[in-house]
C-alpha cells in the first residue's frame, strides 16, 4: 500500500461544456484523508457534495454522469482520469454548472493545473482492489476483463476497431499506469467522433459552440481543420476515458485490464462487478 494524497494547494481550470456550451469554472481544493473524490455543485442552495463512487454513477450517452439527491455532474471522467491518473485520492471538485469543462476534450489542462498545484502525502493508506480471478463483462462485440496481475501495478490494454477500411481503423495500446505513463502516453489524447455523428449530435441542439478545432472530427481522409498529437490518439482516449470510470471504484487497482470496444457502460460495470468480488473476498478472509 502506498499513502494517501491531496492537493498541496488549490487549482482551477476554466472553460465551457461540449455539450451544454455553458461557461464553466472548476476548483480543485485539498481535503481530508479518506474523503475520495467529492464533486460540489457550488451553483445550487444549498450546495450539493456528489461523492465520485460508482452507486452514484446514472446512464447517460457518451459520457460519465454522478447524481445525487437531484444534482447531477456530467462529463466527469476526464477529471476522474487526470486525479486517478497523478494518484490524487482525496480532493473536493467544486464547479459551479452541470457540465465539466470539456478544455480541448482531453485532461491535459487539468493535469497542467494539478501540476502546478502540487501534492502532499497523508497519514492514512490508500486501499488497493486486488484482481484474484479473471472477471469478464460485455458481449462478443464489445467486452472488458480484468485478469490477475500477478507482479502487481496497474496496466490498461484497449483495442479499438472502426473496422479496416476509414480514417480510424484499429487501434490497440497497452500501457502500464503510473503518473508519468499517464502524463506522457495519455492526458493529452482528445475526444474523437466521426463526422456522421458530430451532425448527429448537432441537429439535436447538442455542442452548439464546438468547432472542429476544440474536438477530432473523422471525415473520410482524417480529422477535419485539425492535427493528430499521437498517430493512435483515438485509443489513447479511450483508454483515458477508461482510467476514468474505472476510478470510480474509489481503490487502486492491482491488475491488468483488457478491453475491446469497450464504453463508459462496460467500464462502470467491470467496477461493479469488481467491487462485489472484493467485499466477498473479505467476508470470506473474515469467517475463515
Request: net charge neutral; hydrophobic share 40%; charged share 25%.
Amino acid at each position: 500500500m502506498r499513502l494517501q494524497r491531496t492537493l498541496a494547494r488549490p487549482a482551477a481550470v476554466n472553460g465551457r461544456g461540449y455539450w451544454s456550451g455553458e461557461d464553466v469554472r472548476v476548483e480543485f481544493r485539498p481535503a481530508p484523508v479518506d474523503t475520495g473524490i467529492v464533486f460540489v455543485r457550488t451553483d445550487r442552495a444549498p450546495e450539493s457534495r456528489i461523492p465520485a463512487c460508482w452507486a452514484f454513477r446514472i446512464e447517460t450517452p457518451r459520457r460519465t454522469t454522478l447524481a445525487s439527491a437531484g444534482a447531477t455532474v456530467e462529463m466527469v471522467e476526464h477529471v476522474m482520469a487526470a486525479l486517478a491518473g497523478l494518484r490524487i485520492d482525496n480532493c473536493e471538485v467544486r464547479v459551479d454548472r452541470p457540465e465539466m469543462p470539456a478544455c480541448d476534450g482531453s485532461s491535459r489542462e487539468f493535469v497542467a493545473a494539478l501540476d502546478a498545484a502540487g501534492t502532499v502525502e497523508q497519514s492514512s493508506p490508500r486501499q488497493t482492489l486486488v484482481v484474484a480471478d479473471v472477471t469478464r463483462v460485455g458481449c462478443d462485440d464489445s467486452w472488458v476483463e480484468a485478469r490477475p496481475a500477478p507482479q502487481g501495478g496497474f496496466s490498461i490494454r484497449y483495442r479499438l476497431d472502426y473496422g479496416a477500411s476509414g480514417p480510424i481503423g484499429r487501434q490497440t495500446l497497452q500501457l502500464s499506469s503510473t503518473p508519468d505513463s499517464f502524463r506522457r502516453e495519455l492526458a493529452s489524447a482528445r475526444t474523437f467522433v466521426t463526422r456522421e455523428e458530430a451532425d448527429w449530435l448537432v441537429a439535436r441542439g447538442l455542442g452548439s459552440r464546438v468547432t472542429t478545432s476544440d474536438l477530432l472530427v473523422f471525415g473520410d481522409e482524417g480529422p477535419i481543420d485539425n492535427e493528430l498529437r499521437f498517430p493512435d490518439e483515438c485509443v489513447r482516449h479511450k483508454t483515458l476515458d477508461m482510467v476514468g470510470d474505472l476510478a470510480l471504484c474509489g481503490h487502486d487497482i492491482q491488475g491488468h485490464i483488457v478491453a475491446y470496444r469497450s464504453g463508459h457502460r462496460l467500464n462502470a460495470e467491470l467496477v461493479r462487478v469488481l467491487l462485489v468480488e472484493g467485499r466477498r473476498m473479505a467476508d470470506r478472509r473474515r469467517t475463515a
